[in-house]
């Protein structure tokens, strides 16, 4: 055989081998992929089954506050308007009563804290 002949032999026998080497990794590596996303799929059903049992358990902890205190709903009374028991601002002109001030009185000179207004 001539030394050309030996040498393109040799470099695609290295290079058959190389093929194989790495289609081997790859394999390894893609394996190992699949097989993390299956622990991570199985850690994640895990977490859901967990929370659905707290969320089972605060139902029937609901179920049990709810027959032992007096529970009433109040969330169509929100959408009624609630009677004002303060008597409105034109019945109190009406009836001649002086106009309330908007800005609350400010003792001016006093010492902090003390409301007297003295020093």
Do not use: C, N
Not at 30 to 37: L, Y
Not at 38 to 58: A, P, Y
């Amino acid at each position: 055989m001539s030394r050309a002949s030996k040498l393109t032999l040799l470099g695609t026998s290295a290079f058959a081998l190389g093929t194989v080497v790495f289609v081997h990794w790859q394999q390894q590596y893609e394996k190992e992929a699949m097989h993390a996303g299956v622990i991570r799929d199985m850690e994640q059903q895990r977490i859901k089954r967990e929370r659905q049992l707290d969320f089972d358990m605060q139902r029937e902890l609901e179920a049990e506050y709810k027959k032992l205190q007096s529970v009433r709903d109040v969330t169509d009374e929100m959408d009624q308007p609630v009677p004002s028991s303060k008597p409105s601002v034109s019945a109190a002109l009406a009836q001649g009563l002086p106009k309330p001030s908007a800005v609350p009185s400010i003792p001016v000179g006093g010492a902090v804290g003390t409301g007297t207004g003295e020093k």
